[in-house]
């Protein structure tokens, strides 16, 4: 039987309404920043909460997929998090974060090239050893096609996922989004990665922004997960055989909790659909 | 190595304006002068200016509405 798992991102305003609803979620996801430098409160809080259910640690700024080094102080302080917590995984974004010492304050997606995907790969290596457990490593949405890139986004990926330890955490509102800010199938995508490395999928929503008449979607977190997102979890379910964690980001604009657990029910149901359809083929094979 | 520059000079673009506007007025120029290499010049000579507005843009916007990056989720 398969073992797919469902939860949500923890945000301070959704704490009240997780906690209370921890019957219908397999699993809470922790943005692992929030606790690098938290007090002894916070931290107690957090090992409760892991004590109550499954927890992953989601990390934002270690700039994973840059030809430069992470710090090896960034790796310590999410290897002493992850002991502490001991969450059932954690994961990263393949973005870049900072630069000849600026920082940019959020992922940013680097230049697809060998160089980026060497400097990931080495990352991700450095990551394991330090913290005792490989990254998942997440696809990020993005604005601006990166100048310097010499392959497109899923040849980019592949090939680290393919080449690392790593499992992949695809985010498909970033894949939704990148389709359509920059003209490629988000279908024909999920051919070309190694889908059986799929562990985890991210779900979430965005606006749509412009300027100067051209149209961009903005992956922000604010918004409910659109229609197209959910026809993409089930061909992923389709293809993917292994246990998936679906996990629901939300940012703002927050709704009811329970609009929210209506959002994952849509998720189950479209895992669900997915599964039918990989047995469906199977008993056909 | 080449590409650690590249992402130094994108990091500065996306988030110093004078740097962007300096940037958008002579991209080859600017990108000649961080000592890029010669693709990384041309794929910067034919920039997505738009979306490197947005982008831009967007980080503005969380910087005020969040502050603190490590508030800033994906």
């Known amino acids: 039987m398969n073992a797919d798992r469902f939860g949500i991102g923890w945000r301070p305003r959704l704490a009240a309404g997780i906690l209370s609803n921890l019957e219908r979620l397999d699993i809470v996801e922790v943005i692992a920043d929030d606790y690098f430098r938290a007090d002894r409160q916070q931290r107690r809080a957090l090992r409760t909460l892991a004590a109550q259910t499954r927890v992953t640690l989601h990390g934002v700024s270690l700039g994973m997929a840059s030809a430069v080094p992470v710090e090896t102080r960034r790796l310590d302080d999410m290897a002493r998090l992850c002991d502490e917590v001991r969450p059932a995984f954690w994961s990263e974004h393949l973005a870049f974060v900072r630069g000849g010492g600026v920082e940019i304050g959020h992922l940013a997606a680097p230049p697809r090239c060998e160089a980026t995907i060497g400097g990931a790969l080495a990352n991700l290596a450095r990551a394991k050893q330090i913290v005792g457990i490989a990254p998942q490593v997440e696809n990020v949405a993005t604005l601006i096609d990166p100048p310097g890139s010499d392959r497109d986004e899923a040849a980019w990926i592949s090939a680290i996922v393919r080449n690392s330890d790593s499992s992949l955490l695809l985010d498909l509102h970033n894949l939704h989004a990148n389709a359509l800010n920059f003209g490629f199938n988000a279908s024909e995508f999920l051919t070309r990665i190694p889908t059986e490395k799929v562990a985890t999928i991210h779900l979430a929503g965005g606006k749509w922004i412009g300027r100067n008449g051209a149209q961009r979607l903005l992956d922000d977190h604010l918004h409910d997960v659109p229609d197209p997102v959910y026809e993409l979890l089930a061909e992923v379910a389709a293809r993917a055989p292994q246990p998936l964690t679906v996990i629901l980001e939300r940012d703002g604009n927050f709704p009811s909790i329970e609009a929210l657990l209506v959002q994952l029910d849509r998720a189950r149901e479209a895992v669900a659909r997915g599964r039918a359809h990989l047995i469906m083929n199977e008993i056909a094979a | ?74």
């Open chain 2, 1 to 74: 190595m080449s590409s650690s520059r590249l992402e130094s000079f994108l990091a500065r673009i996306y988030v110093d304006v004078a740097a962007r506007e300096k940037f958008l007025a002579d991209p080859r120029g600017e990108a000649t002068r961080a000592g890029l290499a010669a693709h990384e010049i041309d794929d910067l000579a034919n920039i997505d200016r738009d979306g490197l507005e947005m982008f831009a843009h967007s980080l503005e916007h969380k910087k005020a509405k969040h502050g603190n990056p490590k508030n800033q989720h994906s």
